[in-house]
């Protein structure tokens, strides 16, 4: 029974008004007392005490004590599995989280390049079977798939955006929730993998508790997310939040998107390694040029630097427009820190942002390299109408996933 791409939100599985008011707050707020619930939702004291009972008995929510004295609520979740995937050009990743047994399963499949960029339907159908197989599950036992896709996905309909298809063109006009969920039977949510890495951290990292939150992913390509009251902003086409494709200079080089000096010319890993091999520094990869720079390599700290410079240029025209509270930064280039910060806070543009905007904080993101699998969870929780307001240590990634050579 595939739903659909549509996060149908807290409608989709019928739960009364006042019910979803309290899963909502504690969904965006993380754990709370029963007076602040109240406080929040405006129910009365008694109805959120019946709402919370109604919601324990469900095995969604817990109640601890903090600190000995205040009780606190969260949302858990005690039954079933959700299966995380991530398509990424070069590999698939999965993970399939067990509520039942609190534990995690994961699989990574890298994709030769002489093979079609970024798996296929079938490759995703297969991993997911044979992951659910190992954990030792049925199919039955899993009541939700979200997929993160390394390209934007076109609204509404659902496939890959027609610009990016040469990424991956075995996904070429595949609506991939109806494609997923018809072969598995199970409801199914697709996604970019940045929205869903933003979700991850607006739910349980830098942006917990903001009403509007901007995550940028800068690795070996540059993605976004921007997270309106809790819920991935999309607008019309779907292309919301893909601060990559701004563009900062109308004279830069050409970027694959048709355009000239977008974001991503400036601050991805391949234009970052071109500018460092005009030096005649030779480093294969961007986590490389990181470790030269931390190691004193003043070149190296000179591009890094440079790439904060382009970041805090496009930051302070993006929240120009959206004035987010919360700015965070992931993959490589947030995990660089003051080597990548120290030109996005001396830019000329983002000290001028500050003057008119000076509550907004440009953080490192928290959640790293597993934010999207993560966003996953939040989003097929979401979708299925419940969550969870603290990130249980079993869910987090722990050591290398196990992998097969396809
Ligand atoms: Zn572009």
């Not at 709370?32 to 008694?46: I, K, V, W």
């Not at 004295?69 to 991530?86: F, K, T």
């Not at 954990?135 to 076109?154: E, K, R, S």
Request: aromatic content about 4%; some cysteine.
């Amino acid at each position: 029974m595939a739903r659909g791409h549509e996060a149908s939100g807290w409608g989709g599985n019928g739960r009364g008004g006042s019910v979803a008011r309290v899963v909502e707050a504690l969904r965006s707020d993380g754990p709370s007392s029963q007076a602040a619930l109240a406080r929040r939702t405006r129910l009365s004291p008694a109805t959120i005490n019946n709402i919370v009972k109604e919601l324990r008995g469900e095995g969604a929510a817990e109640v601890r004590r903090v600190n000995g004295r205040e009780s606190v609520v969260s949302l858990v979740s005690s039954h079933g599995a959700v299966i995380s995937v991530q398509v990424n050009v070069t590999s698939l990743h999965a993970a399939v989280f067990d509520f039942a047994h609190r534990a995690r399963h994961d699989v990574t499949i890298p994709l030769r390049e002489a093979e079609s960029e970024g798996g296929s339907p079938e490759a995703v159908i297969d991993m997911v079977r044979s992951l659910v197989a190992d954990a030792g599950l049925g199919t039955a036992d899993v009541t939700g798939l979200a997929v993160g896709m390394q390209a934007p996905i076109a609204r509404p309909t659902g496939v890959v955006t027609s610009w990016a298809r040469l990424q991956l063109p075995r996904w070429k006009d595949v609506v991939i929730a109806d494609r997923l969920g018809g072969e598995l039977g199970v409801p199914v949510v697709v996604e970019n993998d940045a929205n869903l890495a933003a979700l991850a951290e607006w739910t349980w990292g830098a942006g917990q508790g903001t009403d509007t939150f901007l995550y940028v992913l800068c690795s070996e390509r540059v993605g976004g997310g921007l997270i309106l009251e809790g819920r991935i902003h999309h607008g019309g086409d779907g292309l919301a939040g893909e601060i990559g494709h701004m563009v900062l200079e109308q004279g830069g080089p050409v970027c694959f998107c048709g355009n000239r000096g977008c974001l991503t010319t400036f601050v991805a890993e391949r234009p970052i390694l071109a500018a460092l091999e005009a030096a005649g520094g030779a480093t294969g990869s961007l986590a490389g040029v990181i470790d030269a720079a931390r190691g004193g390599d003043p070149a190296s700290s000179r591009v890094l630097f440079e790439a904060g410079r382009h970041l805090g240029r496009a930051f302070a025209n993006a929240a120009k427009l959206v004035a987010p509270s919360v700015i965070a930064v992931g993959g490589l280039l947030g995990s660089a820190g003051s080597l990548v910060f120290g030109g996005l806070d001396s830019s000329v543009e983002i000290n001028s942002l500050r003057t008119v905007a000076p509550s907004l904080s440009v953080e490192v993101a928290r959640l790293g390299a597993d934010a999207t699998l993560l966003g996953g969870v939040a989003a097929a929780m979401d979708h299925l109408g419940n969550g969870l307001s603290a990130l249980p240590e079993w869910m987090k990634a722990t050591g290398p996933a196990r992998s097969f050579t396809s």
